[in-house]
C-alpha cells in the first residue's frame, strides 16, 4: 500500500476503505508517512469530502493511535459532556457536581484552554492545591468513591488526531465537517465513557458562527458516536453573546459556586440543567428528560451538588473550604466600572471580543507557554436586549494593570452595538439531535 495512490484515489473523489485510513492514520503517527503527504491527503478530504463510513473509520483509526480507557472497573453507566467551547464557558464546574449528586459517574479528561480565558483545568486550579495530574489508579478509584474526577488529558490519548490538527492548522485544511467531528469524537471515544453528552455552541463566540453548521457538525458527531456502538447525545446552544455574566477564571468558578446554590444566571442554569438531564437519561439514571430535571434542581436545592463540589476538589488534593467560602478566592487588585456612551437597547454583543477583553487582560492564552491570571476578567451587567441609559454599568473589568484595563475597556465598548429598537428574542437551546 502505497500513500501516494491514496492521495489520488482521494484526489478523484473515490472512497478510502477501512484498511487504507489505518494504514494513512499509523503511518503519519509513526513518522513513515511525511508531513507533505498527509497534508495532501487533508486538502483532498476537504475538497472532496468523506463519506459517513470513511469519517466513521478515520475516528476509530484516531482513536486506538494511543491509549484507550477501559471504565469498565468502575460501577455503572459513565456518561462523559463535550463542549465545543465558547466565551464564559465554565459548565463542566457546576454540571458534573450535580450529575455525580443524581448518582451517574463522571469521569473526565479536560485541557488547558488556549484562547481568552483557561480550560476546564486552569479554571480547577484556582482552588488551591487542587491536581488533574493524578495517576491513572486514583483517578478510577476517585469516581468510584465520589462519582466525579476530572484529569488532564494524556499524551498517549488520540496522539493521531494531536499530530493531524497541528497540521490541518497550518494548512487551511481545520475547516472540513468531517475532520472537524473526527478530531472531536477520536478523543471522547478514547476516553472510554459509554455514553456521550455534547454541547455544540452557535453564535458569534463559538467555533460555528452560523446555526445550520452547527447543526450540521452536531449531526456528524452523533452519527459518529451511534456507528461506534455509543449513544450520542447532541444540544445545540447559543454562543452569541457570553455564557452567564462571568468571563475569567476565578470570576467563572465563583458563578458555577453560586449556580450549585441556585443562585446562578438563568442562562447558565439552563443550560446545565438541559446538558445534565440528558446526562441522566443516557445514563439509565432517570427515564425522561422532564424526571431528570427535577432530580437536578432537587440536588441543588438540598446543597448536595454542592457537597458533591466540595467532595471533589479535596479528593483531588485542593481546599473544599472555598467551595463554602468564595471570598477566600484571590482578587484582582482593581476593578473598574464600563458605563453605557448611550442611551437604548443593546442589540448586539460580539462575543468573541469579549473574550478578547479577557485575553487583553491575562485571563487566557495566546501560546501554550502563556502563564494565566487567573484573578482577572470581566462581570456583566447588562446583556443582549436590555435598555440602558446612559451612564448605567455594562460590566465590570477586574483587572491588576491600569494599560490593560484600558485597552480591554475600549475593546468592550467596541463590541457593544445599540439600537432605538428592542432587539428579537431568540430561543437560547436551539435543538436537540439524537441518533
Excluded at 468523506?50 to 475516528?59: D, G, I, P, S
Excluded at 480507557?69 to 459532556?81: E, M, N, R
Excluded at 449513544?231 to 467563572?252: F, K, R, W, Y
Excluded at 441543588?300 to 479535596?314: D, P, R, S, T, Y
Aim: with cysteine; net charge negative; hydrophobic share 40%.
Amino acid at each position: 500500500m502505497r500513500m501516494y495512490d491514496l492521495i489520488m484515489k482521494k484526489r478523484n473523489g473515490e472512497i478510502l476503505s477501512k484498511e487504507e485510513i489505518e494504514f494513512m492514520v499509523k503511518g503519519f503517527t509513526e513518522g513513515s508517512i511525511p508531513d507533505y503527504q498527509m497534508s495532501a491527503m487533508m486538502m483532498a478530504i476537504y475538497f472532496k469530502g468523506m463519506t459517513e463510513e470513511e469519517t466513521l473509520f478515520l475516528t476509530l483509526a484516531m482513536e486506538h493511535s494511543g491509549d484507550v480507557l477501559d471504565l469498565s472497573a468502575i460501577d455503572g453507566i459513565k456518561v462523559d459532556k463535550h463542549s465545543t467551547g465558547g466565551v464564559g464557558d465554565k459548565t463542566s464546574l457546576a454540571l458534573t457536581p450535580m450529575v455525580a449528586a443524581c448518582g451517574i459517574k463522571v469521569a473526565k479528561m479536560s485541557g488547558r484552554g488556549l484562547g481568552h480565558t483557561g480550560g476546564t483545568i486552569d479554571k480547577l486550579e484556582s482552588f488551591p492545591g487542587f491536581s488533574t495530574e493524578i495517576s491513572i489508579e486514583q483517578f478510577f478509584e476517585n469516581v468510584q468513591k465520589n462519582g466525579i474526577a476530572i484529569m488532564g488529558q494524556t499524551k498517549d490519548l488520540a496522539p493521531a488526531d494531536k499530530k493531524l490538527y497541528a497540521l490541518r492548522d497550518v494548512t487551511a485544511t481545520v475547516d472540513n465537517m468531517s475532520l472537524i467531528a473526527s478530531s472531536i469524537m477520536s478523543k471522547k471515544l478514547a476516553a472510554g465513557a459509554d455514553a456521550i453528552v455534547l454541547d455544540v455552541k452557535t453564535g458569534s463566540g463559538a467555533f460555528m458562527k452560523a446555526e445550520q453548521d452547527a447543526f450540521a457538525l452536531a449531526e456528524e458527531m452523533v452519527k459518529i458516536g451511534k456507528n461506534a456502538g455509543k449513544e450520542t447525545i447532541a444540544v445545540v446552544s447559543d454562543m452569541d453573546q457570553p455564557l452567564g455574566e462571568a468571563v475569567g477564571n476565578i470570576l467563572e468558578v465563583k458563578e458555577a459556586i453560586a449556580t450549585l446554590h441556585g443562585n446562578g444566571p438563568k442562562d447558565f442554569e439552563t443550560l446545565c440543567i438541559t446538558l445534565g438531564s440528558y446526562m441522566l437519561v443516557a445514563g439509565k439514571a432517570a427515564e425522561n428528560e422532564e424526571q431528570a430535571e427535577k432530580m437536578l434542581r432537587e440536588v441543588i436545592a438540598n446543597g448536595k451538588a454542592l457537597e458533591k463540589l466540595a467532595q471533589f476538589v479535596k479528593a483531588q488534593g485542593g481546599d473544599d473550604s472555598y467551595v463554602y467560602h468564595p471570598e477566600k478566592f484571590d482578587r484582582a487588585s482593581m476593578i473598574e466600572k464600563i458605563v453605557a456612551p448611550q442611551t437604548g437597547y443593546i442589540a448586539h454583543i460580539n462575543c468573541e471580543e469579549i473574550g478578547n477583553c479577557s485575553l487583553v487582560l491575562g485571563g487566557g492564552r495566546e501560546t501554550k507557554e502563556s502563564s494565566i491570571d487567573l484573578t482577572v476578567g470581566l462581570l456583566l451587567k447588562k446583556k443582549k436586549g436590555a435598555y440602558v441609559q446612559e451612564g448605567e454599568v455594562l460590566a465590570e473589568i477586574f483587572s491588576n494593570s491600569k494599560e490593560k484595563t484600558q485597552a480591554a475597556k475600549e475593546r468592550f465598548l467596541q463590541a457593544i452595538t445599540f439600537s432605538d429598537k428592542k432587539p428579537e428574542q431568540t430561543a437560547f437551546i436551539k435543538g436537540i439531535v439524537k441518533a
